[in-house]
């Protein structure tokens, strides 16, 4: 695949936003810088030369390549996950970012419109907060997600962006689960797995299980580390 410009990605190992650009650059085949951000100290130079609002990912696209700590004036700045993966699939369309059928791009951004703030605010209520209801609304979640799959295949059949939308936070969802990791009470993280490897959700622990054997997921996600980060920081 051609690529036209330098990429430097600003990123966090333990950012399921910044999972899924890496996920995209991989299957991309991108040729890409990577720099690490501290999320719990952060240059004072990035929200000043890269992403105004300081978040992780953000790219820079084009330019001459500079040392990642200063971003060429002229290279696009590019932040929010998804907007970076329709620019990825923008840059390289040889990829299978997203199909050339326009009946399947739609059905990708359909889905992750569908899913993106409904797994988020899952994630949030469940492991993050234990607000009352939680177990129902992740449960919820997942069943809504599970509801929109095709009977076999990926989110829209073939493989896409759409994949790369949910696959951080449902390999992260199981991750956390099996290791009882989350604000939820002991024991509470193994129980819903169970409910999960249970027949009602057969569907969606199959899209989960081919999500994870996936080339670029299995590329970009070390499962151990993962855990021994959510462990200190739950
Ligand atoms: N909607 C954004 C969310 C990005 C986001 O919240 N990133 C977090 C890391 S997971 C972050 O940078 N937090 C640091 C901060 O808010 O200062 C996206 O999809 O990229």
Redesign the pocket.
């Known amino acids: 695949m051609v690529q036209n410009g330098q990429i430097t990605l600003y990123t ?1 190992p ?5 999972h ?1 650009v890496e996920i995209a650059l991989a299957e991309a085949k991108a040729d890409y810088t990577s720099y690490v ?1 501290d ?1 719990n100290n ?1 240059p004072s130079w990035y929200a000043a030369k890269v992403n105004p ?5 953000a790219i820079t696209y084009g330019g001459p390549q500079t040392a990642p700590e200063a971003p060429a004036p002229e290279s696009a700045k590019i ?4 907007v ?1 993966l329709e620019f990825l699939a923008d840059i390289f369309p040889e990829s299978r970012l997203l199909p050339a059928d326009p009946v399947l791009r739609a059905q990708a951004r359909l889905f992750i419109a569908a899913t993106d703030r409904l797994l988020f605010g899952a994630f949030i209520a469940f492991f993050f907060k234990y607000t009352e209801g939680a177990d129902q609304v992740l449960l919820d979640a997942l069943e809504e997600v599970q509801r929109r799959l095709p009977p076999t295949g990926f989110a829209i059949g073939i493989w896409s962006n759409a994949d790369i939308s949910v696959a951080p936070l449902l390999v992260c969802f199981l991750l956390m689960l099996k290791h009882d990791l989350g604000k939820y009470p002991a024991g509470q993280g193994p129980k819903i797995l169970e409910i999960l490897q249970g027949p009602r959700f057969a569907r969606l622990m199959e899209y989960i299980h081919d999500l994870e054997q996936w080339p670029s997921v299995r590329g970009t996600w070390n499962e151990v580390s993962e855990a021994s980060y959510q462990r200190q920081n739950r």
């Open positions: 966090n333990n950012s399921a936003f910044c899924r951000i999320l952060k609002v300081g978040k992780v990912p932040a929010e996950s998804l970076i």
